[in-house]
C-alpha cells in the first residue's frame, strides 16, 4: 500500500515524458531498481517502467509526492508542460445576456465578413432552434469554442446561468485547450473585481464602456474584436 506523501503537485500540469527521464536517472543514481520504487507507490513494476517512459499510469498526485520524497526530487525540479496550443477549430462561442442582444447582434455584423470567408464559425444561442435540447447544444459549443467573446454588463454577471454553466467550462478549456478569452466591456459593471474574469485583459477598457460611447467608438471597438479574430485564425488555421 503507498504511503500518503505530504507534497502535492498538479498532476496535470507535469511534462509526462520529461518527468519520466528525471525519474529514471534519480533512480539508478540511488541504486534502487524499478521493483523497488514499484513497491513504494503500491504499483506494479510494469507500471513503473511506462511511467519513466513518458505514459503515466496509475501516477497520482499522492503517488508524485512518494516518488520526490524517494528521489530528493524538489518542486522547482518537477518539469512543467509547455504551454498548450492554442484551441483548433473554427468556433467563436459568444457569451451574453439576453438584455444586451442589441450589443451582440451589431457584433456579429462586424464578424460576418470572416463567417462568409469560411475563416470562422460563430455561435451564440440564437442558433439554437426549437425543439432542440439547448443544454446540450451550448454545452456542445461550449467545448468546441477556439475564442469566447464575453459580453460583460452587470446583467451578465447578475445571470446564475452564464457564471454557472457557462463561464466554468469556458475558463477550464482556456487553462485546457488554449481556448482565447475576449471580454468586452458593455457598461458599468464589476468586471474589474471579478477575480475569475479580470485576469483576462478586455478589449475596450474596463472604465471606457461601449454604453458611454458615442456609435463610431462603439464600432472602433466592434472592428477591433473583429481584427483580433482574424488575426488568431490567421495564426493558427484550423486543424
Same mark, same amino acid.
Given at each position: 500500500?503507498?504511503?500518503?506523501?505530504?507534497?502535492?503537485?498538479?498532476?496535470?500540469?507535469?511534462?509526462?515524458?520529461?518527468?519520466?527521464?528525471?525519474?529514471?536517472? %534519480?533512480?539508478?543514481? %540511488?541504486?534502487?531498481?524499478? !521493483?523497488?520504487?514499484?513497491?513504494?507507490?503500491?504499483?506494479?513494476? =510494469?507500471? &513503473?517502467?511506462?511511467?519513466?517512459?513518458?505514459?503515466?499510469?496509475?501516477?497520482?498526485?499522492?503517488?508524485?509526492?512518494?516518488?520526490?520524497?524517494?528521489?530528493?526530487?524538489?518542486? *522547482?525540479?518537477?518539469? #512543467?508542460?509547455?504551454?498548450?496550443?492554442?484551441? !483548433?477549430?473554427?468556433?467563436?462561442?459568444?457569451?451574453?445576456?439576453?438584455?444586451? *442582444?442589441?450589443?451582440?447582434?451589431?457584433?456579429?455584423?462586424?464578424? $460576418? =465578413?470572416?463567417?462568409? %470567408?469560411?475563416?470562422?464559425? =460563430?455561435?451564440?444561442?440564437? $442558433? #439554437?432552434?426549437?425543439?432542440?435540447?439547448?443544454?446540450?447544444? #451550448?454545452?456542445?459549443?461550449?467545448?468546441? *469554442? %477556439?475564442?469566447?467573446?464575453?459580453?460583460?454588463?452587470?446583467?451578465?454577471?447578475?445571470?446564475?446561468? #452564464?457564471?454557472?454553466?457557462?463561464? +466554468? +467550462?469556458?475558463?477550464? !478549456?482556456?487553462?485546457?485547450?488554449?481556448?482565447?478569452?475576449?471580454?468586452? &466591456?458593455?457598461? +458599468?459593471?464589476?468586471?474589474? $473585481?471579478?477575480?475569475?474574469?479580470? !485576469?483576462?485583459?478586455?478589449?475596450?477598457?474596463?472604465?471606457?464602456?461601449?454604453?458611454?460611447?458615442?456609435?463610431?467608438?462603439?464600432?472602433?471597438?466592434?472592428?477591433? &474584436?473583429?481584427?483580433?479574430?482574424?488575426?488568431?485564425?490567421?495564426?493558427? =488555421?484550423?486543424?
Amino acid at each position: 500500500m503507498a504511503q500518503r506523501a505530504a507534497t502535492k503537485v498538479d498532476r496535470t500540469s507535469i511534462d509526462p515524458k520529461k518527468f519520466g527521464d528525471l525519474i529514471r536517472s %534519480r533512480r539508478d543514481d %540511488r541504486g534502487l531498481s524499478q !521493483t523497488d520504487v514499484a513497491a513504494k507507490l503500491g504499483i506494479s513494476q =510494469p507500471a &513503473v517502467s511506462l511511467i519513466e517512459r513518458g505514459t503515466p499510469v496509475g501516477l497520482t498526485e499522492d503517488r508524485i509526492g512518494i516518488l520526490m520524497s524517494l528521489l530528493s526530487i524538489s518542486e *522547482a525540479e518537477v518539469p #512543467i508542460a509547455g504551454k498548450p496550443r492554442p484551441a !483548433t477549430g473554427q468556433k467563436v462561442f459568444v457569451s451574453y445576456s439576453h438584455r444586451d *442582444a442589441d450589443f451582440l447582434n451589431r457584433l456579429l455584423i462586424h464578424l $460576418r =465578413p470572416l463567417e462568409k %470567408r469560411g475563416l470562422i464559425d =460563430p455561435w451564440s444561442d440564437k $442558433r #439554437i432552434a426549437a425543439g432542440e435540447k439547448w443544454r446540450d447544444e #451550448i454545452a456542445k459549443a461550449l467545448e468546441q *469554442a %477556439r475564442v469566447a467573446i464575453l459580453l460583460i454588463s452587470a446583467d451578465f454577471l447578475a445571470s446564475d446561468f #452564464i457564471m454557472e454553466n457557462e463561464l +466554468p +467550462p469556458l475558463l477550464k !478549456t482556456a487553462d485546457k485547450k488554449g481556448t482565447v478569452i475576449l471580454p468586452m &466591456v458593455l457598461s +458599468p459593471c464589476r468586471f474589474t $473585481r471579478e477575480k475569475s474574469l479580470s !485576469t483576462f485583459q478586455s478589449i475596450n477598457a474596463p472604465d471606457e464602456p461601449l454604453s458611454g460611447m458615442e456609435e463610431h467608438g462603439r464600432e472602433l471597438v466592434y472592428d477591433a &474584436v473583429a481584427e483580433r479574430i482574424e488575426s488568431l485564425f490567421r495564426e493558427n =488555421p484550423k486543424a
